[in-house]
C-alpha cells in the first residue's frame, strides 16, 4: 500500500512544500530513507543529515524549514510538533500494513454462556472469559487470555497474548494491554497479630480510563475497599507495580520498573523515570518529574523535577565516598570543633 | 447474606457493647459505612470520625472505647487487635459472597493420567497437570495453570489463573499464589570460562510451607543443588524475585519488587519494604526491618531498622549534592588541611 | 544410570589421578557426597572439607591437588577450570536423567498451517503458533507458548511454560527461555502533543543470538524503526527489562531486576549485578562491570567495577547521614568560610 502527501496533509494538517502528488510506501530514519519514504527531523543536531537525506518528504518545523528546506529539496510538510506528526502517520502505515484479528471467538476459547461479546470482536485461541463480563465493540483479546466475572473492556482496547484482568475491573476505550500484563490481584493486605499475618479480603475494584497503554508484566492490584484508579491517557511501560489504591492522574507516564505503594496519589502529567519507586500513602502533584532510579518519601507538592540516586564510581573511588557518607555526622563534628578553635583564635587575637 | 454482631463475636471473640441482634450485611471505611455496616477504628486520628460514623457497629480497642464509645452509641466489639479482627470479619463476609469454584476437571485442562487430583479439587480451563504431580483436596487451580511433575500442592491452596509451578517443587496448605507467579525455574548459575558461560544444572526445588502468600509476577528459583526454601507464614508481594538457595523464615513479609540474591539466608518475622535489595550468601538475623529501596550489601545480625537509599529533592539541590558526594574524599582532605593549619597556629600562638 | 570416571575424562579432558573405574551416579557438594558421587573443590577455604569429603572422586586444580590431593585418597580430576568442569559434568547428568519432551504437536495447539514446525520439535498444550513462524529441529515450545507470525526459533532452543514470543522475533539456537518471558512488546515510545501522548508503531523486531539464556518473566521490547538486539552467550535473569534498540554485546550477563532503557548501547563480557539500571542512550564498554542496585546515568568507556549506591546503616545512623547529604553544599560553603577565616588569620599573623 502506498499514499500520497497530500492525502496525508489533508489527515494530519500541515503546510505542504513541494509536490503532494509523490507516493510512499513507509517512514525511515534519516539516514536510510529512499525515495519511496518520508522521514522526519525534531532534534536541531541532525539538520544537516536532514538536508542531505534521501527521503521523498521531510516532516519538520517551521523553523527547521526556514534553515534546511531549500538546502533538501524534496517536498516538505512543515508542522508544529513534527514528531506528533511522525508518530500519526507511523500509525497510518501500521494500520495499512497490519492483518487485522478476525471478529469472532476462537473454538479453543472457553466464554461463559452469561458474559456478553460484541459481534465486532476477536476473541483469541485458549482465551477464558468469564460470566457478566462485557467485552466492547472492536476488542481484541490475545491468546491465552483471561477476563474475569463482570469485568468491563471498552471499545477498541486491545490485550495482546497471555493479559490477565480479573473480576470486576473496568478499562475505557482504545485501551493497549500488552503481554503477561496481570490487571486486578489482591492488594498486599494483612493486619499483623503477634507477628503472623491476617489476610485482609481486597474488595475494591481497578478502575481504568480511556486511553491507557500498560506494558509486559506490569501488575495492578485491586483495591482494598475503595479503588485502585488509571485516569485517562496514562501510560505505563513494564514491569511496574502499582499497588492497591493508587490513583494516577490523567496523561501521567512511567518508564520500566517503577514501583507505586499502596494509596499514593499521583497528579496528572506526571512523568517516572525507570525504576523510580514511591512510597505509600504519599500525594505527587500535577506536573512532577522524577528521576529515574530515585526513591520518593514524602509527598511533592510543588511541580518540577526531583532527583535522588546515589552518583556511579569507579568502585575504589565509591568505596572512599561511601565510607564517607557513612561517617559523614563525625566529619560535620569535626567542622564543628575547627570553628571553635577558629573562633577562639580570632577572638583571643582581637582581645 | 446478613450476620447477626453476636455471630461475629461467638466466631472470634471480642467483648459485646450494645445489641447483638443487628444484622450486617458487610464492611465498609467509617465515612461511608451505613446502618448495615460494621466499621473499624485503628488509628487514633480517626477517633472523632468514628464517634460521628453512622455505622450499624463499631470494631475498636478498650483503650478507644473508653474514650468514644459512648459519644459513639452504637454497638461496639471491643477487641485486643481491631485491625486483626476486622480482618477476620471481611473474610467471613468474603466468603458468605464468593461464588466457590466447582470441583472437577474443566474439560479443555490436559490432566496427564499418572498425576493425583483431589475430588475436591477445581482444575480450570486450559490447565496442564503433568505426570506425578499431586493436588490436594479443595486446591483450586485457576484458567491456564501449570503443574509440573512430581509437584506437590497442599490442600486448600489456590492458583489464581496463570501461575506456572515446576517440576518437583512443592507448596503446603491454604497457599495463595497470584496471576503469573513462576516458581522453580532455573536458578542463574553459570561457571565462567574464558569470559564465557557455562550452564549449571539446577537441580534442587522450591519448598514453601503452609498459609504462604506469592503475589503477582513474582519468582522463585529452584535451587542449585539443595533446595529454596520459604517457610511458613512467609507474605511475598508482586514482581519480586527470589534467586536459588535462598532460605526466607516464617512470617517474614516482603513488598513490591524486592529482589534476593542466591543463597541469602533470611530470618523469621522480618519486613522488607518496596524494591529492597538483598544481595547473595548474605546472612539476615529474625526481626530485621528493611526500608524501601535500600541495598543490603552485608549480613545483619541484630534485630532493627535499617535503611540506605539517596534522600530525595529538588533536581537542581540533587545536582550540587551529588557533585560533593563524588568528591567527598577532597572534602575530607580539605578538611584535614585544615586541622593542620589551625593546629600549627594554635601552636604558632602559644610558643 | 551410572557413568565410569574415565568416561568423563574421555568427554570433558582433565587428568585422572587414581581409578577410572568407579561407576559415579551423581554430583552432590563436598559434605554431602558419598561413595556414589563426584564433588568438586572450587573455594579455596573449603580445602580441609574437600580432603574429608566421602565423595569417589573430586574435581580440583592443580594447585589444590598439590596440596590435598594426598589426603583426600580417592579419584581425582584434575582440570584447569573445575567449575567449569562440573558444570559440564552435571549437564551429562541432568541429560541422563532428564525425561525428553516429545516430539510433535499437542493436540490441543493451535498451529497455523502457514507455520513450520521441524518434525523433531515438540510443542505443548495449549501452545499458539501463528502463520509464517519456523519452528527448528529439536526446538520444545512449553505448554502456553506463544509464536507470533513470522518469528524465527532456530535449533535446539527451549521455551518452558508459557512463554510469549511476537511476531517477526529470532532467536538463534540453544537458547532456554524460561516461563513468563515476553520477547518482542511494543517498545515505550510516544510522541508528546501538549501533554498528552501520541503512540508511536514500534516496527522494529528482537533479533537474540545463539546460547542465550532469559530468566522467567523477564520482557524484551521490540526496537522503534531498527532493531533491539542481544547478541550470542548473553545471560539474563529473571524479571529484566530490556527497553526498544538496546543492544546487548555477546557474553554479557545480568543479575536479576536489573533494567536497561532505550537505545542503550552495551559491550560484551560486561556484568550487571541484580537490580542494576542502565540509562538510555549511553553507551557501555566491553568487560564493565556494574554493582548491584547502581544506576548507570553517563556513558562508561573504560573496563573495571562501577558502583553506586547508598550505604545500608541502622536507620537512626542513616536518618543523620541522609539529612547532611541533602545539606552537603552548606557543609561546603561553612568549610570554605572556615578557609577564608584561617587564611586571614594566617596573613595576619605574617604581617
Not at 497490519?98 to 473454538?107: K, Y
Not at 481497578?206 to 509486559?216: E, L, S
Request: hydrophobic residues 40%; proline residues 4%; charged residues 20%.
Amino acid at each position: 500500500m502506498s499514499t500520497r502527501l497530500k492525502e496525508l496533509v489533508e489527515r494530519f494538517g500541515g503546510q505542504l512544500q513541494g509536490s503532494g502528488d509523490i507516493e510512499i510506501v513507509g517512514i525511515a530514519p534519516l539516514d536510510v530513507a529512499g525515495p519511496a519514504h518520508i522521514t522526519f527531523l525534531t532534534n536541531p543536531k541532525f539538520r544537516s543529515q536532514a538536508a542531505q537525506t534521501k527521503a521523498a518528504a521531510l516532516i519538520l518545523s517551521a523553523a527547521d524549514d526556514a534553515l534546511i528546506g531549500a538546502e533538501y529539496g524534496g517536498t516538505r510538510i512543515v508542522a508544529p510538533n513534527p514528531y506528533a506528526y511522525f508518530a500519526r502517520v507511523a500509525q497510518l502505515f501500521e494500520a495499512q500494513s497490519s492483518i487485522p484479528a478476525a471478529p469472532g471467538v476462537h473454538p479453543t476459547a472457553v466464554v461463559d454462556s452469561d458474559a456478553e461479546v460484541a459481534a465486532t470482536a476477536s476473541i483469541g485461541p485458549h482465551v477464558v472469559i468469564e460470566p457478566g463480563a462485557k467485552i466492547g465493540e472492536h476488542v481484541v483479546i490475545g491468546a491465552g487470555g483471561y477476563v474475569g466475572r463482570d469485568a468491563r473492556i471498552g471499545a477498541y482496547t486491545r490485550f495482546y497474548a497471555r493479559v490477565t484482568f480479573h473480576a470486576r475491573c473496568e478499562i475505557g476505550e482504545r485501551g493497549i494491554l500488552h503481554s503477561g500484563v496481570v490487571i486486578g490481584t489482591d492488594g498486599f493486605g494483612f493486619a499483623n497479630e503477634a507477628g503472623t499475618y491476617v489476610r485482609i479480603p481486597q474488595t475494591g475494584r481497578v478502575m481504568i480510563g480511556n486511553d491507557v497503554d500498560i506494558g509486559a508484566n506490569t501488575t495492578v492490584d485491586r483495591g482494598a475497599l475503595s479503588d485502585t484508579v488509571i485516569e485517562d491517557g496514562v501510560k505505563l511501560d513494564n514491569q511496574i507495580q502499582i499497588a492497591h489504591n493508587v490513583h494516577i492522574g490523567a496523561h501521567t507516564a512511567m518508564a520500566g520498573c517503577v514501583g507505586v505503594a499502596g494509596s499514593a496519589k499521583i497528579g496528572k502529567y506526571c512523568t517516572f523515570g525507570g525504576a523510580a519507586m514511591i512510597l505509600g500513602h504519599l500525594t505527587i502533584a500535577d506536573r512532577v518529574h522524577v528521576s529515574s532510579g530515585s526513591l520518593v518519601s514524602r509527598s511533592i507538592h510543588e511541580p518540577g523535577q526531583y532527583t535522588g540516586f546515589y552518583p556511579l564510581a569507579k568502585n575504589a573511588d565509591w568505596e572512599k565516598s561511601a565510607a564517607i557518607v557513612r561517617n559523614l555526622s563525625a566529619m560535620r563534628e569535626k567542622i564543628r570543633e575547627l570553628e571553635k578553635t577558629i573562633k577562639s583564635l580570632t577572638e583571643s587575637k582581637t582581645t
